[in-house]
């Protein structure tokens, strides 16, 4: 069993900031890749920003330069500092990961989700 646990999400002004983390625990053998996604309401769930465990990193064209997204392998945590938020920001965030889980083997896990609401 992988659980991933989010955290950090809440209330902001727009051009405020927030830091989002999702730590992941239970039989884990590996991890491939962390990410979030965000579904506003109405909308389709739509990738954020992803990382592989080397580092490299892929943003929605909506967030460059101004998400950053970080991982740390030793604590399976991955991290989306968000800054100058907009009101369009607003959604719930979920986190994603590719793991390599005993005995199942690869997953695509997901997070329960926290909401990011971002006032303007």
């Known amino acids: 069993q992988v659980q991933l646990v989010e955290a950090g999400g809440g209330l902001v002004q727009a051009g405020g900031s927030l830091r989002l983390s999702c730590t992941a625990s239970?039989?884990?053998?590996?991890?491939?890749?962390m990410g979030w996604y965000r579904q506003a309401p109405g909308q389709q769930r739509e990738l954020v920003a992803s990382?592989?465990?080397?580092?490299?990193?892929n943003y929605a064209d909506s967030v460059k330069g101004r998400f950053t997204i970080s991982i740390d392998n030793a604590k399976n945590t991955v991290y989306l500092q968000m800054n100058s938020l907009k009101a369009e920001d607003t959604a719930v965030y979920f986190c994603?990961?590719?793991?390599?889980?005993?005995?199942?083997?690869?997953?695509?896990?997901w997070g329960q989700g926290t909401q990011v609401t971002v006032s303007s």
């Open positions: 239970g039989s884990i053998v590996k991890i491939n890749g």
């Open positions: 990382i592989t465990i080397g580092g490299s990193t």
């Open positions: 994603n990961a590719e793991i390599f889980s005993f005995p199942r083997g690869w997953l695509h896990s």
